[in-house]
């Protein structure tokens, strides 16, 4: 009886000092860090749903151009589903400007600029810009809606 008293009282020494025997503290920390694996990998599962049938608007075996739903699917996989009227041409367009009066919006793609007449939604006319040197940017109508001006980088 007097030898359980002694371990009674050093378990209380120990535990009044914060300190575990070996064998204890290292079952602590293996319970403390399997407990830590299974939260990380269940919020892990968690955030990566997968998307539910039908629910994902980019088929895997989605072609770039218009869609059947009049979507369109560009070169990055993006989805565009614009509003409006849409006017197909050819090129890229990296700027434009719409008239003082708003009945011409001119485009400028990189070799041209497609004038479109803003009230019919159609093109009216297609006008090649010098070759080299065009920039991305910079296109203007005067305040007369006479002329348009481009920038390049020839000065």
Wanted: with cysteine; net charge positive.
């Amino acid at each position: 009886m007097n030898n359980n008293h002694n371990l009674v009282q050093s378990r209380n020494s120990m535990l009044a000092k914060n300190k575990l025997p070996g064998h204890l503290m290292k079952r602590r920390m293996v319970i403390f860090f399997l407990t830590l694996i299974c939260c990380c990998i269940t919020a892990y599962s968690i955030g990566q749903k997968k998307p539910k049938a039908g629910k994902d608007k980019f088929a895997k075996k989605s072609l770039v151009g218009k869609q059947k739903n009049e979507s369109f699917i560009v070169s990055t996989s993006q989805i565009i589903d614009p509003a409006g009227d849409n006017i197909t041409f050819p090129g890229r367009p990296t700027d434009l400007a719409l008239n003082g009066s708003e009945t011409i919006l001119a485009v400028k793609n990189f070799q041209d600029i497609v004038f479109f007449d803003a009230v019919n939604h159609t093109i009216k006319q297609t006008l090649a810009l010098p070759a080299g040197g065009n920039t991305f940017t910079g296109i203007g109508w005067s305040d007369d809606d006479q002329r348009v001006w481009t920038t390049d980088t020839k000065g």
